[in-house]
């Protein structure tokens, strides 16, 4: 080859890959157990794990396979990845919607083309000046083959397969071996499925073996237990009997007893029942998240009532809405909070902070407006 032709298929190559990488390649989204190191201090330990096939697949169905594996872990925002493979990065765009027969005839393609633009690894880390990922990679975080990447950074995955086995080796300061066995199971099952059914969407294929099937869908969701046919301030009051002088509350430097806490809601669930609050009306909560918060749940709740609570975050017009519409028959707030409320026919003295022995003061109401 001539020096001017080299130097041609060099532009040629170099101007494919830039068109490849236009957009940065995304981190791939990968079960970690541990984040990435913020130093590292030297290699990365690596490990590997071998585990059975059911049938050995062909080099772009195996490929092909682990590619979409990587689409599942990453779910609907996976739809750009890039795996090391050969030494090259292979950008591969898909969705859930995509056959498994489409994506091979894809990945066959990308494979191809990225074959016939090679150049060195070294050189496309260069051409393409990529940031970082997350524990120092370049352009790729995964990869597929015996020997994946050179010179650019460490795998945080890569899988092999040799007949019927596939191979992970992979960074043991991130996966336990555990997880590595899980991942093995997704990619076998995933294969098995996607060589019998190939006309099936990605996200249609099954990755979840029998035995980590029922763990999730039956093992993890046995949590059926009696449920005694009380009310919460029932059960609450219960509690209060079985544990009076044990801490229910803690927010910040406010801590109550099951005792001082039901103390507290009963004074304030009284004011509310003498001011209306009862089964079928609803008492507005305006009152920031605190101690006084819980304590103002609780006394509703005591008082038969619903309570409503209000974001004074909310713009005014808003608030005001809520309060026309649920029609509450007073509004519990706090010193701090009341002059943040538009003004409404429901009013309400300001509350101060449960830290006061005093605390709860009576609600002041007015009348409900008559119905539109």
Known sequence: MSGNTRTSGQATAADYWRRRFTAPAPQPALPLDLPHPTRRDGDAPRARRTAPLETAPDGTA???????????????TATALTVAHEGLPLRVGTDGGTTFAALCAQVADVRAQAAAHRL???DLVRLLAPEPFRGGALLCATGFGHTPWEDAGPLDLALSVDGAEVTADYRGDLFTPATVDRVLGHYRTLLADALARPD???????????????????DWNDTAHDVPAHTWPRMFA??????????????????LTYAELDARAARLAHALVARGAGPETVVALAVPRSADMIVAEVAVLKAGAAYLPVDTDYPADRIAYMLADARPVCLVTTA?????????PVRSSSTPRTRSPNWPPTPRTTPRPPPA
Do not use: W
């Open 120 to 122: 060195p690894t070294a």
């Open 336 to 344: 701090d909070t009341v002059a943040d409320l538009p003004r409404t």
């Open 238 to 255: 219960d509690q209060v009997a079985a544990r009076p002088h044990e801490v229910a509350l803690v927010h910040e430097g406010v801590r």
């Open 62 to 76: 195996a490929l092909t396979a682990f590619v979409a594996l990587l689409h599942r872990y990453g779910g609907a």
């Open 200 to 218: 099936t969407p990605l996200a249609d294929l099954e990755i979840l073996e029998g035995a980590e099937r029922h763990r999730i869908l039956r």
